[in-house]
């Protein structure tokens, strides 16, 4: 079982930044590829970002590309997403998500999630 914790959301103004954290329990997070997905009101779900277990392999949403940065400190199983010149566009709850062995993107299926934390974008 891995529980998943997010942080670092809040309120911004347009051209900001964020970064958000996940922190992850157990002792298999390098096992994981790790994803940021987002959830805007009136809206489906969608992958955001994601990263490889190791860490040598990233993906974006071309929507944030050249603005988000995703990485993951194994040691302290925790993944980020610094998220610059933000957007009103990019408000919505973001959540973190863990796919056994896979890259992040939940090609192979999302095996756990967060809870979510919310990102506001003000004109």
């Known amino acids: 079982q891995v529980q998943l914790v997010e942080s670092g959301g809040g309120l911004v103004q347009a051209g900001g930044s964020l970064r958000l954290s996940c922190a992850a329990s157990?002792?298999?997070?390098?096992?994981?590829?790790m994803g940021w997905f987002r959830q805007a009101p009136g809206k489906a779900r969608q992958f955001v970002a994601g990263i490889s277990r190791s860490g040598g392999s990233t993906s974006y949403v071309d929507s944030v590309k050249g603005r988000f940065t995703i990485s993951r400190d194994n040691a302290k199983n925790t993944v980020y997403l610094q998220m610059n010149s933000l957007k009103p566009e990019d408000t919505a709850v973001y959540y973190c998500?863990?796919?056994?062995?896979?890259?992040?993107?939940?090609?192979?299926?999302?095996?756990?999630w967060g809870k979510g934390t919310l990102v506001t974008v003000s004109e």
């Open positions: 998500a863990a796919e056994l062995k896979g890259t992040g993107r939940g090609l192979n299926g999302i095996d756990y």
């Open positions: 157990g002792h298999t997070f390098s096992s994981y590829g």
